[in-house]
């Protein structure tokens, strides 16, 4: 597999590396730490996970974390689940968040764009005069450290300041976004029981306002421990009876108080996406999050205080928080709200002009859209500013990185691409972003700092060039310290802890090749098994969603009662396509002689669309579940689906079949 693409697609150039802050901290960690000053990042990746201590005492020393009260060690108790970072430290995420406030006052922090897509400013001395206003307020209304805040709000500045606020008071933040139904907000907010609710009344997407104040009402009424409800009039409403008006909370004119809290101290929950039950309430730490998102920004993603860092997400996918946390590293984050293809598919890539994006995220998804849409992103917008585009979501199919390629190479651009891959458990990426090394079409480039990445096989032995599953073997800051409402932690230790004791098995199918890179094969759950071969699914979509007719596709290996296996291939097609002998026969080839003949389906069924989890994931469990005669209330979890009658369509076909 590794001589697959022997020819990387790109190459950073000599000064590329020389500026880049990766080669800067190599310098520096081998000066003061013994680091390889040699070998480039594979010799400082070996040390990083040789030397898991001194690495995350580099980090933060490099950064200049402001622990204070100083940490006892880097590392009380390494096993897993429950290792002890940085014991005896305190500080504040929000503090380090805010820092660049004292030198670049009335530069930009933030960059708002809706789908107007004027970008307007927010100075770091208005963020931080708005978040000391507001923790001020929490402070008054009696939110103490450990109290959950809770936003049901868009990807809009408000969103940033009370999370800034809820961090620099010790308090946990929680957010939903507002295309959430209330079922689906009840289930995640419910489990954490918050004494505030931030909330808007509406939100504007495709062109469209959105009243969301009856939503926001059953919160209210579903929500008892709620002490205060704050009122943001995003579409001009009244504030209801009862509410707070955000802009009398953040009027006053006053300095942010940081507490200082332990380096475990939780920060915010994150949710699973709770397709077959209700989503685990994944909790991070204060410092542990501080630590990962510096390193992983501030040397994957190579973001400083020169950068505007643009990633499309809402704030119900971990991606807002990890875009927030830009901050960090003196970064202009620029938050989006609105549709991504409105008005039209190259939307986003108008969006990154506007803003002088040098860092654009997106989904896989999206770079397939636009290339399927004929969009021209590089020839039709000035994106000179533009040095890496990164996708997550889904593995980015080989075609997306060469039409991401071809498409800036035209106009004469030295596009770093960056697939990364993480999740939301950890809120940060295993593999992905290296500035220094090169790109090859497929793949990630390389795992994270202190990350130690390997593909194993069933009997947990570490296999290259095969496929196996995803598994990290040392502790990372930024996992879960606990799930909430998970007293033993036993549903932690289910999770990710099961297979191999004390190494963290993610879920993922990967090939680790020989040259270092990482090919991810998608979830290992919904794993497609064939006369013993395994595959992922997203091999599978990669190849049938290259044909034009298809707009999306669903595949499922349904192990059956009687030990047979049937594996059926849903299509969404194009608009004026059909399912006609000529285009079953093109799926089938194409996956039998780009895949594998093991892996032809035995049926493709046209479908009127594919079923998502509320983050724009496809949901292949709970189909299979549906596939194999489960009623649809023990297969799923409604509040988790972005079209629950999608899936009515698959329980009836399981009917029909029984």
Not at 52 to 62: G, H, I, Q, S
Not at 124 to 145: F, I, T
Not at 195 to 222: N, Q
Not at 367 to 387: Q, T
Request: with cysteine; charged share 20%; glycine share 8%.
């Amino acid at each position: 597999m590794s001589s697959a693409n022997p020819q990387p697609l790109w190459q950073p150039d000599p000064q590329r590396i020389a500026r880049a802050r990766i080669t800067r901290f190599q310098s520096w960690a081998a000066e003061h730490h013994q680091a390889p000053a040699d070998g480039g990042y594979p010799a400082l990746h070996r040390w990083s996970v040789d030397h898991l201590d001194t690495f995350w005492k580099a980090v933060a020393e490099y950064f200049d974390v402001r622990f204070s009260t100083p940490y006892a060690r880097v590392l009380g108790d390494r096993a897993m689940p429950g290792a002890e970072w940085f014991p005896g430290a305190r500080l504040n995420y929000a503090e380090h968040a805010l820092r660049a406030a004292a030198t670049r006052a009335d530069e930009p922090a933030l960059l708002y764009v809706d789908e107007t897509h004027e970008p307007r400013p927010v100075t770091w001395a208005e963020l931080r005069r708005q978040v000391g206003s507001l923790a001020a307020e929490l402070r008054a209304l009696g939110v103490r450290p450990g109290d959950r805040v809770s936003g049901y709000l868009p990807n809009v500045p408000q969103a940033v300041v009370a999370l800034l606020a809820s961090a620099a008071v010790g308090a946990v933040w929680t957010s939903c976004a507002p295309d959430f139904g209330a079922r689906s907000v009840l289930d995640r907010f419910q489990q954490v029981e918050p004494v505030v609710l931030f909330t808007v009344d509406g939100y504007r997407y495709g062109g469209k306002e959105h009243d969301r104040r009856e939503i926001v009402a059953e919160l209210r009424r579903e929500l008892p421990t709620l002490r205060a409800v704050v009122h943001i009039p995003l579409l001009g409403t009244p504030a209801p009876e009862g509410t707070l008006e955000w802009s009398a909370l953040t009027a006053a004119d006053t300095e942010p108080e940081f507490e200082q809290v332990p380096f475990d101290h939780p920060l915010w929950v994150l949710y699973s996406s709770g397709t077959t039950g209700l989503p685990k309430a994944i909790v991070q730490s204060q410092g542990g999050i501080l630590v990962e998102h510096l390193k992983q920004l501030g040397l994957h993603c190579d973001l400083g205080p020169e950068d505007r860092f643009f990633w499309y997400t809402s704030t119900g996918w971990m991606m807002w928080n990890f875009l927030a946390s830009g901050l960090l590293t003196g970064t202009t984050i620029v938050l989006y709200d609105g549709s991504p293809g409105y008005p039209d598919t190259g939307a986003q890539w108008r969006v990154a002009e506007r803003t002088g994006a040098t860092l654009y995220g997106t989904s896989a998804a999206y770079v397939m859209a636009c290339r399927k849409a004929g969009v021209h992103p590089a020839r039709d917008h000035d994106l000179s500013r533009v040095k890496c585009v990164a996708t997550t979501g889904s593995p980015l199919p080989p075609d997306g990185f060469r039409w991401l390629h071809d498409e800036f190479a035209a106009s004469g651009a030295d596009l770093w691409i960056a697939s990364v891959s993480g999740g939301t458990d950890v809120c940060s990426c295993f593999a992905g972003a290296v500035p220094t090394l090169p790109v090859h079409t497929g793949e990630l480039q390389a795992p994270g700092l202190g990350t130690d990445l390997q593909a194993w096989d069933p009997a947990g032995h570490p296999v290259i060039d095969e496929v196996g599953e995803l598994v990290v073997t040392n502790p990372m800051p930024s996992m879960p310290i606990r799930f909430w409402n998970d007293p033993d932690g036993s549903r932690y230790h289910e999770s990710y802890f099961d297979t191999y004791p004390g190494v963290w098995r993610h879920g993922d199918w990967i090939t680790v090749t020989s040259r270092g890179t990482v090919i991810i094969h998608g979830r290992s759950d919904s794993t497609l098994n064939r006369q013993g071969v395994r595959m992922g699914s997203a091999d599978i979509y990669e190849v049938v969603e290259r044909l034009p007719e298809i707009k999306e596709s669903l595949v499922i290996g349904v192990e059956q009662p009687d030990g047979g296996y049937w594996m059926p291939l849903f299509v969404h097609l194009a608009p004026g396509a059909v399912l006609d002998e000529a285009l079953l026969s093109r799926i089938k080839q194409a996956i039998r002689e780009q895949l594998s003949p093991r892996h032809v389906p035995d049926e493709v069924i046209e479908v009127p669309g594919v079923p998502h989890t509320l983050t724009g994931k496809r949901i292949e469990v709970p189909v299979k579940r549906l596939l194999q005669g489960a009623p649809l209330e023990k297969a799923v979890n409604p509040g988790s689906v972005d079209n629950l009658d999608l899936l009515t369509y698959f329980e009836d076909l399981a009917r029909k079949r029984a």
